[in-house]
């Protein structure tokens, strides 16, 4: 009932009894959350070749998301895991950024099995918080491995009791990855689907959303809008569960919307509520500014700007972001992402972002560059991670 609830994308039964199974048994496991996992989970897996099987908490959808067949990661229960294993016999799990799943970690040391968190990120707010519950630092220590992203995160795993010798600093990983095949295809699609023509426009996707950026993000697009009264925002809630409360935000301000779920133009609605899982990543193909979440809250601590530098659409975000510094720095300091840390800020950022061409010309070359330097990203991490294994 409490997976109905958060919505996943329907997968609670799926996740329940293990789905279809991906890739053959006896391989490696890859378990990535969702679509910013799985993107690094997709470039880790052509590495590997075909030996490994991805699976998802939610349903990808979008040809962004689809660049492999993804199964159902089980949920957090003894039955659940059990059918995993008998699935799938791994012969390593790897885990994207994050495993809370208790029982599959118990399997995979009572197998013998290897079990790795790479890219983990882990901020100074949530070391302190693991700190204060004695009784749950104990999870922190089942998995076998943890390649954390920078020497402050290697530093606050083996705070939280995690054993110096399952720490390694190995970061970044799979910094930044460059758009999609088939690009131009992609927007064309979408702009199509929309509605949208040449007079549309500024476009900006404020994405993986939580209420204190909806705050901000509102706000500033109603300022930004008196200025440019045929923008669009199309607005991605972090967690669909909340995607009631949302609705109730945007009809309060007397804005009309449509759902992506709907699957119709926007006419004369001025926002679109990008209500399905996995399409975030093509949607920045048509922005002409983008907002990241979990960035105007020092709890969250940001979440992943790769897939708008992808596209090398201009970035704003919030002053939270500790969980993605060492991704997010190299942006701002090029020039590409603004702090914002208010809806007047985030409105003087977006205007001169999406009006000034000299600007857009700078961005789009430093995009560019720093796409350019992070090639090999996941061929550095295949041989971290297969020397991890091989321990």
């Not at 590997?48 to 699976?55: M, Q, T, W």
């Not at 131009?184 to 023509?197: K, N, Y």
Request: net charge negative.
């Amino acid at each position: 009932m409490r997976a109905k609830r958060r919505r996943y994308g329907g997968m609670v039964w799926a996740r329940l009894f293990g789905g279809k199974r991906v890739g053959e048994p006896g391989g490696i496991v890859i378990l990535a959350g969702g679509l910013g996992e799985a993107r690094v989970a997709f470039e880790v897996a052509r590495e590997f070749g075909g030996e490994v099987s991805i699976l998802t908490k939610t349903r990808l959808e979008g040809s962004g998301a689809g660049q492999a067949e993804t199964g159902a990661i089980p949920f957090n229960n003894p039955f659940s895991v059990w059918l995993f294993f008998r699935r799938y016999r791994p012969s390593a799990i790897l885990v994207v950024e994050f495993c809370d799943f208790t029982h599959l970690k118990y399997w995979a040391m009572a197998r013998g099995v290897p079990l790795i968190v790479f890219n983990v990120p882990i901020t100074e707010r949530e070391t302190e918080r693991v700190l204060a519950k004695h009784d749950d630092r104990w999870r922190w220590r089942l998995a076998g491995a943890y390649l954390a992203r920078d020497d402050a995160t290697a530093e606050r795993l083996r705070r939280i009791g995690v054993p110096s010798d399952q720490v390694e600093q190995f970061g970044p990983i799979g910094m930044y990855v460059d758009a999609p095949p088939g690009a131009e295809s992609i927007r064309d699609c979408w702009r199509a689907e929309l509605g949208l023509d040449a007079g549309d426009g500024p476009l900006v996707v404020a994405a993986s959303t939580w209420d204190e950026d909806e705050d901000a993000v509102l706000d500033a697009w109603m300022r930004f809008r008196s200025e440019h009264p045929d923008s669009i925002l199309i607005l991605a809630p972090r967690e669909l569960m909340r995607l009631e409360q949302v609705r109730e935000r945007v009809s309060t301000l007397k804005l009309d919307y449509v759902l992506r779920s709907a699957k119709k133009p926007l006419e004369g609605a001025r926002v679109l509520l990008l209500d399905k899982y996995g399409e975030l990543r093509e949607v920045y193909g048509i922005a002409d500014v983008a907002y990241v979440g979990g960035t105007m809250d020092h709890f969250r601590g940001g979440h992943t700007p790769v897939e708008a530098l992808a596209w090398r659409v201009p970035i704003t975000l919030g002053p939270s972001y500790a969980q993605q510094a060492n991704v997010v720095q190299p942006l701002i300091d090029s020039g590409v992402a603004v702090v914002c840390p208010d809806a007047q800020s985030l409105d003087e950022a977006w205007t001169q972002m999406t009006t000034d061409r000299e600007l857009r010309a700078r961005i789009e070359v430093e995009c560019a560059r720093l796409l350019s330097a992070s090639e090999g990203g996941a061929t550095r991490l295949y041989e971290a991670l297969n020397g991890v294994i091989g321990k």
